[in-house]
Structure formats: C-alpha cells, structure tokens
C-alpha cells in the first residue's frame, strides 16, 4: 500500500520546512521532497523603496546571516553608484564577514547539528538537542558559544549591533573599527583557535562513528559554485565565479558575478515556495549544483592560510584522485575548516594598518540603472540584482539566496537517506532524525533568526494512500 | 504686560495674557507631550497630542491652541488624557506605514520616542496600509510619504521662517499630501531654495537627507530658535 510520511517541522534548521516521504506498495521509498512552506515577499514589497535604504532592508532577511545580505546589497549599491569603493571600507566589510562566517558556522556545528553528531543520531529525542548536550558537555557547549559570541562581538564592534546592523551602505561603511575594539576582539583568538581545534577533533571523530552511514547523507555526483579570488584561492566577498563538476573539472572560470543570469535559471516547483537554480548550460536534471562550504572547498585551489590549508589537505583526501569532496555530511567539516580560515583571515586585517585610514565611504549618485552585488553567505553564494530609476528607486529586485541554489541538491539527500533508512509502515526516532540530519548538514536558512530558545514540535505521520494513519510519533 | 494666574495640575502658576495653555505648561516645567508643535513657528493644533483637560469644558482642548486664561483649572495628566494620547498615537501608526526597523530616522523619530514614552506598546486599529512612493528628485533631499505624519512644520517653516513656500498640502483629510511647487517632483521645484530646514524640522523620516541609510537620519531642530532670536531679538549665539 503507498503511504507517505510528513516530517513537519524540520528542526534546528533556520525557517520552515517539512519532508515528506512517498512509498510504494513494496513499503519501499518511491519519493521524497523537502518543501519550504514559508514565503517571504521580499522581491516584490522593496520595489518603490531607495536603494539606499537596501542594505538595512535586506539584512532583515535573516537573522543569522544579516551581513552576507548587507554585504551583496552594499555592493550591488556600490555598483549603482559607480565609483570605487574604499580600500579600508572594503577591509572592514570583509572582517566583518569573516565575523559573520565565524558566527555561523559554530552555530551550525556546534549548537545545531552537535546534538546529532557528539550525542549519536539514535540518542533519545529528549536529550538530542541543545539543552541536552549543555547538560552532557557544558565546556564543549560554551566553548561553541563562546565561539559564536565572538563572531557576533565582531559584528556588533562595527555596526554596533550583531543583528540586522545597517552599517555597509552604497559606497562604503558607515564606521571604523576602535582601537579598544579592536584590541578586545585580538585577545579572544587563542581561546577562538584553541576552540575551533576541538571541534576539528569531534568531526575526525564523527567521521569515524558514522564511517557506515556517511555516504547515505547525501553523497552523489553534482556541480559545484563558488567564488575563488584571482588566483584560484578561497574567498568570500569578491572575485569571480567558478564552477566544476563531479569529476573536478572546471566549467566556468572567472566569470563576473554579474553574468549570474547566463550561468543559473531557476525552476519552480508548486509544492515548495523555494525555487531550484541549476547550471543554466546543463538543464535541471545535469545542472544540479551545490554552494556553501563544500562547494567552496572543492572550487578553490588553496585556502590561502596556513591552517586552513593544513586542513584543506587532509579534507581533499575524503574527494580522492583530484576529485571534489561529493558527501554532503562533509558540509560539517568544511565549516569548520572556513572557521579557522575566518580566524586567521580575521587576525591578518586587523593586523593591517590600513584600518587606521579614515575614508571609508565614497559619495556618490546614481551613475548606473543595474547593480548586481555578490557575497559568499555561510550557506553560499549570494546574489542582489537591482534595477533602479534615476533617482535611486527600486523598480525591480531578485535575490539569489544560496540555501535556494542548494535545493535540487537537498531534495536529493532527503531522497538518498530516506531509501537507505526507512522502509515499511513502520517508523523510528533514530531513522527520522537522520533524514533531517541530510537536512542539517546543508545548514539551510530557510528564512530569519533563531531567536527563539528550545525546539520546535515535531510531528512525523505515515498515511495509507487514502490517508489513514497507519504510525504516528510525536515530539514537542 | 499683564499677568494671569491659572491653576495647572493642582498648581497655582501665572502666566502672560495671550500666551497659550502649552506656553504657560513649559515655562513652568510642566511636560505635555507634543508633536506638530515646535517653538518657532506658529500653533497648528494639527495633532492633538497636546490635549488638556479644561474645568467646565466637557471636551479635552489641545494645550498649544488655547489661551490661557485667568482663574482656569487645567489638567495635563490624567488616565483619560493619557488613554486619548496612546489611541491618536495608534491612529497615527495606522494611517501611514511607518516601518520604524528599517526607517532613515529609526532611533532618531519624535513618533517613535513618543509612542515609547507614553507606552504604546500595540496598534488595535487596522493599518490601513496606502501605497505610497518616494519622491527623491531632488539633488539633496527626499520625501517619504509613507513616514509623514502632516503636522506640517515643513510647510510652516518654509513659509514662515525660509519664506519660500514651496511646502504645501494637497487633499483632505486622511487623503492629505505634503506636495511641492503646486505637487510638482521636488527636484523640479522653482520656489525651493534647498535651504534644509523643512529636513530638519520633520519630526520622523518623512524628510532626510538623500543618501540616508537606515536609522542614519539625526534632525537638528535648535537652528530654528537661534536664527529667530537673531531675526526678532538681534541676539546672535551659538
């Protein structure tokens, strides 16, 4: 008898979402789909509005990752405007980046999927989540915390607050960084590095606990995007677009961000209000592309950091034979290894003196009807296309939200974990919370801010094919 | 100058005859919320912010248009003033959007402080959400409708201090615009004289500076006083 099983909400994600699993009169998975049932409307309710104002709308997008909005809205500004952008402006958008990448990321790892990778996948429901792994390891839980809290000083150092600052504007920032600031934030790095070290630990431990089921979460041939700076290294706030595919070989290289529209098409699906980009050249079945740690990993041809590169190395291995890293379950580990780039990356600007300098905005008009900023967001590459009168009104808006570019490719994980570990009528905590850990590893930010504390409910319910409820577990 | 002696909040005062309920109010300390008014141009009565309770009055009065009058017994503070205060400030928020998160004056906004300070702390009225543009025609400034709460201080300072008059008011009631040169684009605009001071008088984001990103926009309206006294007083200070 075909039944379908729903898991709603998805938890410790950012947004909402549900899964819904299909199988056949075998009891076998015919299909599988990760919808998002939320629906934002920021495209259409910002046109009208000045695109001056764009950075501080747009960051409102979300609350974990209002800079990577405030980051490409900026630049797409910067681009309307015309002229250049100063260089100490842009060192200190891309500290604050690396700010926002550090406090991201931890989030992800330690907060969000640490429950499922430090406390097992099968540990009860109960105790699997943030509270439960306090309880369990409260100096690993603050030291996450800690970690996330430094990105987040970071941030607020600059713009004054960590969520939803409004300090990159068109043609710069609005502040400098102090030398007290600046100080306070050099202080923590040791404790910051010393941090992301145990959490390399736990993922080479991971890695080995779940060396059976690692290729289940994900793991399959794709392409992979991401932005590399002019000399193929890791980068995050500008350069040029690269794509590779399965096998490492390089489709694209050096293209302008702003050639977005040639490289990605977007389709839609009526059951998810997240649309699914593929590579433009390949159609939607071969154009399936990932973007976020992984992909950024894989594109790069060095991090360009000592560290970093150190663990670049070792995380190559896990690809083989000049092939990228194909699991997705590896999200977790590039994660970590870009929170030690972000460190380091981190330390080197604010060790450079051209913090000091004092021209930080440039002034300037509407010189350009189109701007089109790009921002390596935690999740990936991020897009604003704006097109705006002469007097800087907004007359059309598309963001290209990295979670959406990875949708293709988490339908597909759901899709893989559930074949390998559901089956009959007959459910498990243990196996449901792997499908939503497919889920995780991508760390989709399905919308705004994790403010709220706890879980939310979940309820996972297997239907007949004429709807009966045949099983039903519950959490909340 | 003759004197009058009134009673305000169980408070005898004395005030100059021909001076107004608010007048009498400030010099006196007494603190009376208010939003269209601003010293320097002339009572409007236009946001009624300031309403008084007047003995043998059945209705409140607004403070800034009501003389002072001798032996009157007024009442600045009081559950039913402070109830009527909160639901015109509710009225206010819900004629216009005024999305104070991503506003140019956000944290800068007399509305904003004032629904803070007598603690409205929700709408129960339905916004009625308009559609209304910007205009940012104009090489220095822009006009947010969308933000305008018409207590009209930039017509009034445009015409009573700046005596340009490019300010003027379109409509009427909840259809009322702000509109320049006749409702022509701002950056069109003949009359205007890009002086800034209708900018600087706005008490929310209605009007800013171009360029102005969010909760970017501070105002700066102790100019007015200033260049008055050197007008009227010939007293010149910084």
Redo the contacts between chains.
């Keep these: 008898m075909a039944q379908t099983i729903t898991i709603e909400p998805v938890t410790r994600i950012e947004g909402h979402a549900k899964i819904s699993i299909q199988l056949d009169d075998a009891g076998k998975v015919a299909d599988a789909q990760f919808h998002v049932t939320e629906f934002r409307g920021f495209e259409k309710f910002c046109i009208g509005r000045s695109f001056w104002e764009m950075p501080g709308i747009t960051a409102r997008v979300c609350g974990i990752c209002p800079v990577s909005h405030l980051m490409a809205s900026s630049k797409a500004g910067d681009a309307i405007l015309g002229v250049r952008t100063p260089a100490p402006a842009v060192a200190l958008r891309r500290l604050m980046n690396y700010g926002q990448l550090v406090q991201s990321h931890a989030l992800s790892f330690f907060l969000l999927s640490g429950p499922d990778l430090i406390l097992g996948m099968d540990a009860a429901p109960e105790q699997r989540n943030m509270a439960g792994l306090i309880a369990e390891h409260p100096d690993l839980a603050r030291a996450g915390i800690r970690l996330r809290a430094f990105g987040q000083q970071l941030i607020r150092s600059l713009g004054d607050r960590s969520i939803h600052p409004s300090w990159a504007v068109p043609g710069g920032v609005r502040k400098s960084l102090s030398a007290e600031e600046k100080a306070a934030l050099l202080q923590q790095l040791p404790e910051m590095y010393a941090t992301v070290d145990r959490g390399l630990d736990l993922m080479k431990d991971a890695l080995d606990k779940f060396a059976d089921e690692i290729d289940a979460y994900g793991n399959f041939p794709s392409l992979y995007m991401g932005l590399v700076n002019s000399e193929g290294g890791l980068e995050h706030y500008d350069g040029q677009l690269r794509i590779i595919d399965s096998e490492g070989k390089i489709l694209e290289d050096g293209a302008a961000p702003e050639r977005y529209q040639e490289l990605i098409a977007e389709a839609e699906q009526p059951w998810s209000y997240l649309k699914f980009p593929y590579y433009r050249p390949l159609g939607v079945e071969a154009g399936m592309y990932r973007v976020g740690p992984l992909a950024r990993l894989n594109v790069c041809d060095f991090a360009g950091t000592p560290k970093a590169d150190r663990e670049l190395r070792q995380f190559r291995h896990y690809g083989g034979q000049g092939k990228p890293v194909s699991g997705s379950f590896y999200y977790h580990y590039a994660r970590l290894i870009e929170i030690l780039f972000s460190l380091e990356k981190i330390e080197e600007i604010l060790a450079d003196e051209i913090l000091i300098d004092h021209h930080i905005r440039s002034k300037a008009g509407v010189n350009q009807n189109i701007g089109i900023g790009v921002s390596e967001a935690p999740r990936g590459t991020l897009f604003h296309h704006y097109k705006v009168d002469d007097n800087g009104i907004l007359e059309d808006v598309n963001l290209i939200i990295a979670t959406g570019q990875n949708n293709l490719a988490m339908n597909r994980t759901v899709k893989q974990l559930a074949e390998r570990f559901i089956s009959g009528d007959k459910l498990d905590q243990g196996l449901l919370n792997r499908v939503e850990h497919g889920i995780r590893a991508f760390d989709p930010c399905l919308s705004c801010s994790t403010h709220e504390a706890g879980r939310m409910p979940m309820q996972v319910r297997l239907l007949s094919a004429r709807g009966e409820l045949l099983d039903q577990v519950e959490r909340g | 100058m003759p004197v009058i002696t009134l009673t305000i909040d169980d408070e005898l005062v004395s005030a100059r005859a021909g001076q107004s309920i608010l007048e009498a109010c400030r010099e006196h300390g007494i603190k009376i919320p208010t939003l269209c008014n601003l010293d320097g141009l002339s009572a409007r009565g236009g946001c009624r912010l300031c309403l008084v309770e007047v003995a043998g009055n059945p209705r409140l009065l607004p403070a800034c248009t009501t003389e002072a009058l001798e032996n009157m017994v007024v009442t600045t503070h009081n559950e039913k003033i402070d109830r009527y205060r909160r639901m015109i400030l509710e009225l206010t928020f819900a004629e216009r959007n005024h999305t104070c998160?991503?506003c140019?004056s956000n944290q800068h906004c007399e509305l904003q402080t004032l629904a803070a300070e007598l603690g409205m702390d929700h709408v129960r009225y339905d916004y009625l959400n308009p559609e209304l543009?910007?205009?940012?025609?104009h090489?220095r400034y822009?006009v947010d409708h969308n933000r305008c709460v018409l207590c009209l201080r930039c017509v009034r300072v445009c015409d009573e201090v700046e005596g340009a008059h490019t300010w003027d008011v379109k409509g009427r009631g909840i259809e009322s615009r702000v509109i320049t040169d006749l409702n022509r684009p701002w950056?069109d605009s003949e009359s205007c004289t890009e002086c800034g001071k209708c900018v600087e008088v706005c008490p929310t984001g209605a009007l800013f500076d171009?360029?102005?990103?969010?909760?970017?926009m501070k105002k700066e309206a102790s100019f007015l006083r200033r260049i008055l006294d050197g007008r009227e007083k010939n007293e010149w200070r910084r």
């Design positions: 998160a991503v140019v543009g910007l205009d940012t025609s090489a822009g950056g171009k360029g102005s990103a969010v909760a970017e």
